[in-house]
């Protein structure tokens, strides 16, 4: 290497740290996870009909893995509790208020709707001299969309 004077040589070590600590700060992005960028897709629920307060996995694509960048939501805007994620599965919670419908996933600002989900409730049917208890779909008032 050539000789540089005590000042030039400073401004050359300067120079080079910091390009590299810009080089390092741009290479960091908020999100690095590419399918958090692509349309989610809905594929199926598990199990297909549950309870109130039960967990269900959808599964899918493009999904993320940031349980913050998601939102699931049940028949007529019920948000649900998302406790886990993957690229191609997300696990959530049941809410109180979720009817028999169609099930809302919005990873960011892109949303995928699934098919109608059956969420259950529990029913009497009179049999004979007794009543008995049976699972049913739990439907709201003016039926489900």
């Known amino acids: 290497m050539p000789y540089l004077s005590p000042p030039i040589k400073k401004l050359w070590i300067g120079f080079l740290m910091t390009s590299c600590t810009i080089f390092l700060f741009s290479s960091c992005s908020e999100d690095k996870d ?24 959808i599964a899918g694509e ?24 993957t690229n ?20 960011k600002n892109l949303e995928a709707e699934g098919g109608e989900f059956t969420v259950l ?6 049999i004979g001299e007794w009543y008995s208890p049976i699972p049913c779909p739990r439907v709201k008032a003016d039926g489900p969309r």
């Open 88 to 107: 191609t599965s997300i696990t959530v919670t049941i809410p109180d208020n979720a009817y028999v419908g169609n099930i809302r996933v919005k990873v």
């Open 62 to 85: 493009n999904f993320g893995t940031s349980i913050n960048n998601v939102e699931v939501f049940f028949y007529d805007d019920a948000p649900a509790t998302v406790t886990a994620v």
């Open 121 to 126: 409730t529990m029913c009497s049917v009179y």
């Open 34 to 57: 590419p399918a958090a960028q692509l349309p989610p897709v809905i594929s199926t629920y598990t199990p297909e009909a549950a309870f109130v307060n039960e967990s269900i996995i």
